[in-house]
């Protein structure tokens, strides 16, 4: 037994030759002992094997026949001796003398460890009333068949108890059903907080760990076109690396210190001054370019022009005219003889003496207007401009004023050279005037082509017609 404090009588009648004999008791300090109604049939055995048929209304295991168990003391086995005095003893669960509170087990019998709670009484003791009625009905049945009534009664003893105890581990069974799956919901709902829990730690922790993560990589450059900030800091390569390595700030200011310093040994394209004794490719005599000419291309033209023997099929001395004049190997024009163009022909464009003009029709003016008359576009080189303007009034006609102008800004009177204007001016006027008015010879030097304007100018009442000529020709 691991707990017989939770029983409360259970009897098992007993009447045959090696029958289950014994008693379960339940008490305890304060609970009154009842006999039960059955006590005076129980037989005790004190001798292995032998049937005592003692018959005492005990209530007290020590008032038991050839027994020498003390209150409170468990028998758990018969060690084969023939004496209950050689029981051995398994608890000692009485508070009280004539308290029954144990159990005492016969040599021989087999019994279960049974822990039932006092719930189950009622239906143990309707199965110990079930056996005796029927062992009575057993009894009565003996008159009239003709079975040996020691057997029957120990069959329906054992139909009895074995149903008892059938009933009784099935309702075992229940509790220790029910009380595992109570506590396996316990578990599992314990199981399922926890796990939420866990679950929710986690997914917090995952959300901190995912931002802590974005903010770092959020700190990181790409690999792939990346943009820098602050001062990004590199290896610097080596002097004369050409791959595609970083440049950093030391390796470009090295690499320019070896180019300024190359740079100071060089002449520039433009016009180089060069010092000690520049050589050049010698080029082929007869070259007629712009390539260099060394020494050796010079010494050889003049030697090749030493062998000269005739100029323009002309051979032997040559005799200079009145108007040259030789000075080593160079031949001068004399001052006042150059000759002049025998011909009506005009000179060629860019050539000494080119001659431009441009003239207006005779057209009606307009009072007060200041406006452009004319005007020549001259190629760079030394031009001498002229502007004639010839002005014509019409019977009721007073001019007081006019103006003509060379001037390289369209529509505008320029007075900055006396040669490049004309002006007129009288407060009373001229009637029906007819006037011939010149302006330049005004020179200039131009190093692009530039337009020049004849401008002009009138106040006057009535009617007043204008007609400029303009002309350009190069003196050089």
Do not use: C
Request: glycine residues 6%; aromatic residues 8%; proline residues 4%.
């Amino acid at each position: 037994m691991t707990d017989d404090t939770v029983y409360a009588v259970i009897d098992t009648v007993d009447a045959a030759d090696g029958g289950t004999t014994s008693s379960f008791y339940e008490g305890g300090v304060g609970t009154p002992y009842t006999p039960a109604a059955d006590d005076t049939t129980y037989s005790y055995v004190n001798q292995a094997g032998v049937e005592v048929t003692d018959a005492e209304s005990a209530s007290d295991d020590t008032a038991y026949t050839g027994s020498s168990y003390e209150a409170g003391a468990i028998v758990a086995s018969v060690p084969g001796d023939t004496t209950d005095n050689s029981y051995t003893f398994t608890d000692g669960l009485d508070q009280q003398a004539s308290r029954p509170s144990s159990s005492f087990y016969e040599h021989n019998s087999v019994y279960e460890a049974l822990v039932l709670a006092p719930s189950l009484l009622e239906e143990t003791e309707a199965a110990r009333d079930a056996a005796v009625a029927a062992q009575a009905a057993a009894e009565a049945a003996v008159a009239t068949v003709d079975v040996d009534a020691a057997v029957l009664v120990e069959t329906n003893n054992r139909i009895a108890a074995d149903n008892a105890l059938t009933s009784a581990f099935q309702a075992a069974d229940t509790v220790v059903t029910n009380a595992f799956q109570a506590a396996d919901t316990v578990v599992t709902n314990a199981f399922q907080a926890a796990d939420a829990v866990v679950t929710s730690a986690f997914a917090a922790a995952d959300t901190a760990l995912q931002g802590t993560l974005n903010t770092a990589i959020g700190l990181k450059a790409n690999t792939a076109s990346p943009t820098f900030t602050g001062t990004p800091a590199a290896p610097t390569a080596t002097a004369g690396t050409n791959t595609t390595q970083l440049a950093t700030t030391a390796f470009v200011e090295a690499a320019r210190v070896i180019l300024a310093s190359a740079d100071a040994t060089k002449a520039p394209l433009a016009s180089p001054t060069f010092t000690g004794v520049p050589a050049a490719p010698t080029a082929s005599p007869g070259t007629n370019t712009t390539q260099l000419a060394t020494t050796a291309f010079t010494a050889a033209a003049i030697a090749a022009a030493a062998g000269v023997t005739s100029i323009d099929t002309a051979t032997g001395a040559l005799t200079l005219g009145a108007g040259l004049t030789r000075t080593s190997q160079q031949l001068k024009i004399n001052a006042g003889h150059v000759p002049a163009v025998a011909s009506n022909s005009a000179a060629s464009a860019g050539e000494v003496g080119e001659y431009k003009s441009s003239q207006t029709a005779h057209t009606g003016w307009t009072n007060g207007l200041t406006a452009n008359m004319t005007s020549l576009s001259l190629e760079a080189g030394e031009w001498e401009i002229e502007a004639i303007a010839y002005i014509t009034g019409a019977g009721a006609t007073v001019l007081t004023n006019y103006a003509l102008s060379i001037s390289p800004t369209t529509a505008t009177l320029t007075t900055s050279d006396l040669g490049q204007f004309d002006w007129f001016r009288d407060g009373s006027g001229v009637n029906d005037p007819i006037i011939v008015s010149r302006a330049g010879r005004y020179r200039v030097n131009l190093t692009s082509t530039t337009t020049y304007y004849a401008v002009f100018y009138a106040a006057f009442s009535n009617v007043l017609n204008v007609t400029v000529k303009m002309v350009a020709r190069r003196p050089r």
